[in-house]
């Protein structure tokens, strides 16, 4: 990111992963292997941009395995908050210590397994007296009452990647319906992030824009930015960093938004109390 345009000051990126498996193995049985992305790379990143502050995300390649996890958020406290991946049987000791290091949320992918609404329950009973959230990628159009039915487990939601759906269908689906729906109502959190799993062409298609507009329409009180960095697993040529930062800052076009969305959203979900 060549840093043309500079970000407001206490700017977030709610979502990158760190990759460097010569430090830290990945598990068995892992649906992808990422190259290496090592956390200096990343902060150059920040660096050049002007992101003073961050949102680590387990992956999933690393399994229940938070050695990564808990070192990045060890050496970087004030400015890192972070996303683990707990499940029913994580120890509670495991979760109190990601607690203590700046973690805030529990994440649930059902992109390569599908929901398993019995299992999200278990993890949500795990998590709740910590007050976290609990993050949530899934393909609204797929499974478009998914993201009412955990909300409805009394744990605040956060929906990753605007819906995970290509841009023309995603717009007209009940899925993406319903979510506008709950974040008008205040009732869910979304992530502007991964516009790449919504177009081929996602760094030029309008229809990336609408949805990013859509959202913002709805509620920009209750979005967040993320980079999605180092972009794994992405079906979809992604652009470059400099067009993905640019492309931001195109969504969210006044001071206000950028304000909302970049620095005080952020703080109040990951610092502050993130109640809803």
């Known amino acids: ?21 010569a430090r830290y193995p990945y598990a068995e049985g892992r649906h992808y292997t990422p190259p290496d992305a090592p956390l200096a790379a990343y902060l150059a990143m920040c660096e050049s941009v002007g992101i003073q502050r961050g949102v680590l995300v387990h992956p999933t390649v690393f399994g229940a395995d938070h050695r990564s996890f808990e070192d990045i958020l060890a050496a970087h406290p004030k400015r890192l908050r972070g996303v683990a991946v707990v499940s029913p049987d994580t120890p509670e000791a495991d979760i109190a210590r990601w607690h203590a290091l700046g973690a805030r949320g529990t994440r649930v992918t059902t992109i390569f397994q599908g929901p398993d609404l019995g299992r999200i329950r278990e993890i949500v009973a795990r998590v709740k007296p910590f007050g976290w959230h609990l993050q949530i ?12 039915q955990v909300r409805d487990l009394d744990v605040t939601v956060v929906v990753d990647h605007m819906g995970h759906h290509g841009a023309q269908a995603l717009l ?15 009732e869910v959190w979304t992530k502007l992030s991964a516009p ?9 298609d309008p229809l ?26 992405s079906p979809h040529p992604v652009p470059s960093d400099e067009r993905l930062a640019a492309l931001a800052l195109e969504w969210l076009p006044d001071e206000a938004t950028r304000q909302a969305v970049l620095v005080r959203n952020p703080q109040r ?8």
């Not at 990111?1 to 498996?21: L, Q, T, Y």
């Not at 007209?172 to 205040?186: E, P, T, V």
């Not at 790449?196 to 030029?204: H, I, M, P, Q």
């Open 1 to 21: 990111m060549s840093g043309a345009a500079r970000w407001p000051a206490g700017s977030c990126d709610c979502h990158f992963h760190v990759f460097d498996a």
């Open 208 to 233: 990336v824009g609408e949805v990013a507009q859509a959202l913002l329409r709805a509620n920009a009180g209750r979005l967040v930015w993320g980079s999605d960095w180092p972009h794994p697993t």
């Open 269 to 276: 979900l990951y610092w502050g109390d993130g109640a809803d």
């Open 196 to 204: 790449y799993r919504l177009s081929a062409d996602s760094g030029r």
């Open 172 to 186: 007209a689906s009940r899925g993406f319906a319903n979510l506008r729906a709950q974040l008008l109502a205040s």
């Open 137 to 148: 990628l899934v393909d609204v159009v797929d499974h478009p009452h998914l993201v009412a």
